[in-house]
C-alpha cells in the first residue's frame, strides 16, 4: 500500500528553520519526481518545490527560492524514498500545512500543479511566530 509520512513540522520564530521529511513507501517512489506543497485555510494549496527522480532537477517559486532547499534519499532497493524539505529565514507567511506528493507521470520538466501529482500525505503543520 503507498504511503506518504511527512514529519518535523512545529512552532518556529521568524528567521529560523525547519527541517521537514516525507517517507515514502509501498511503490517505487525513488523512480518519481517528490514534491512539496503547502496550504492556508481558505486558500489553494501551493507549489513550494519539487526535485526529479535523480535529484538532479529541482524547481522553486520566486517565494521560497534561496531560503528553502529541497533534497531526496532513495534506498538502494528502491524500496523507499525519502523527500525533505530544508526551510531557513522563516517568515509568518510561511505558516501553513505542508504536504508532500508525488508525480507518477513526469517527465523531463518538473510540474507545479496539483492536478499534476498522484499521491499526497497527510500534511504536517508549520507555524511561524513573528
Known amino acids: 500500500q503507498e504511503q506518504l509520512v511527512e514529519s518535523g513540522g512545529g512552532l518556529v520564530q521568524a528567521g529560523g528553520s525547519l527541517r521537514l521529511s516525507c517517507a515514502a513507501s509501498g511503490r517505487t517512489f525513488s523512480t518519481y519526481t517528490m514534491a512539496w506543497f503547502r496550504q492556508v485555510p481558505g486558500k489553494e494549496r501551493e507549489f513550494v518545490a519539487a526535485i526529479n527522480r535523480s535529484g538532479g532537477r529541482i524547481v522553486y517559486p520566486d517565494s521560497v527560492k534561496d531560503r528553502f532547499t529541497i533534497s531526496r534519499d532513495n534506498s538502494r532497493d528502491n524500496a523507499k524514498s525519502t523527500v525533505y524539505l530544508q526551510m531557513n529565514s522563516l517568515k509568518p507567511e510561511d505558516t501553513a500545512v505542508y504536504y508532500c506528493?508525488?508525480?507518477?507521470?513526469?517527465?523531463?520538466?518538473?510540474?507545479?500543479?496539483?492536478?499534476?501529482?498522484?499521491?499526497w500525505g497527510q500534511g504536517t503543520q508549520v507555524t511561524v511566530s513573528s
Open positions: 506528493a508525488v508525480d507518477v507521470n513526469a517527465r523531463l520538466v518538473l510540474r507545479t500543479k496539483i492536478v499534476d501529482y498522484d499521491y
